[in-house]
């Protein structure tokens, strides 16, 4: 009977305090966990502080605790033997070297208001283009785009640009003296002599336009309309194009039918095949 009541009076007791023990159990879980996240995130900010270095290993685990390679093995593989025999049976001190303390650059006093970009460094060298070799000079060209699409044209030289100078002549089809991109015309089998042709003359300067100073209006001339001017040729460049000019138009009168050939159009007509035609 003595140990039935204090069993009893056990149940009894434990009952009563149950919800007491079962807070003071969750106080202890809750305050482990906050210490554990607590560590956890020191660990993590340690990590993030440190700087990262990657490091390998000739001796790596093959299982923890166990490395590919014994430690005497690895001390005769490193060579450390070799030090240490050269150096009278000991390892050579260093002494540490002082690094040297940061360079704290300041920052300046006063920052523009407009941003001003910084041209990219470019170390690519110029290369000059290459021409195609169906294209040679005094070959006949066809224009495939432009003002003058479908003029045959005779091919004198390649400028510095890599574009082509290319002449009519004037005279027979009206193109004068211009720069081609060579991705724009068709190379033929027809060839005209131009051994007589001075180009020394020529190249993409020639071309260039003549940019002129604008001149500040004042109050009179604000209000009146601007008259739009024709652009003229020089007369420089009008005997150029007749220099030219001259000793193609021998070279081609000398060969039949080529005059004609180099005034007419080239367009595709019906019943013709593209992949068909020799040019």
Do not use: C
């Amino acid at each position: 009977p003595g140990i039935a009541a204090f069993v009893a009076h056990y149940r009894l007791g434990l009952i009563r305090f149950s919800p007491y023990i079962f807070r003071l159990g969750l106080g202890l879980i809750f305050a482990s966990l906050s210490q554990h996240i607590s560590q956890s995130e020191s660990k993590v900010r340690a990590t993030e502080m440190a700087p990262k270095t990657k490091r390998s290993t000739r001796n790596p685990e093959l299982i923890p605790g166990v490395r590919k390679v014994s430690r005497s093995q690895m001390y005769h593989k490193r060579g450390l033997w070799a030090i240490k025999a050269k150096n009278g049976g000991k390892f050579p001190q260093h002494e540490k070297a002082t690094a040297a303390p940061p360079v704290v650059e300041k920052p300046p006093k006063f920052y523009p208001a407009d941003d001003v970009k910084k041209p990219l460094i470019n170390k690519r060298k110029p290369k000059p283009t290459k021409l195609r070799a169906s294209i040679t000079p005094g070959t006949v060209l066809i224009i495939l785009t432009g003002r003058f699409r479908g003029k045959r044209v005779v091919f004198l030289k390649q400028l510095p640009s890599g574009l082509l100078l290319v002449t009519g002549p004037y005279k027979i089809n009206g193109v004068p003296l211009r720069r081609v991109n060579q991705a724009y015309v068709i190379g033929t089998s027809t060839k005209v002599d131009i051994s007589g042709v001075n180009l020394d003359k020529f190249d993409d300067k020639y071309f260039a336009k003549q940019v002129e100073k604008k001149k500040k209006k004042g109050e009179n001339e604000f209000f009146e309309s601007e008259k739009e001017e024709k652009n003229t040729l020089p007369a420089e460049k009008k005997d150029d194009q007749k220099v030219v000019d001259a000793p193609l138009l021998k070279a081609i009168e000398a060969v039949a039918d080529l005059k004609t050939y180099l005034g007419a159009r080239f367009s595709l007509k019906s019943g013709m095949k593209p992949h068909e035609l020799v040019f």
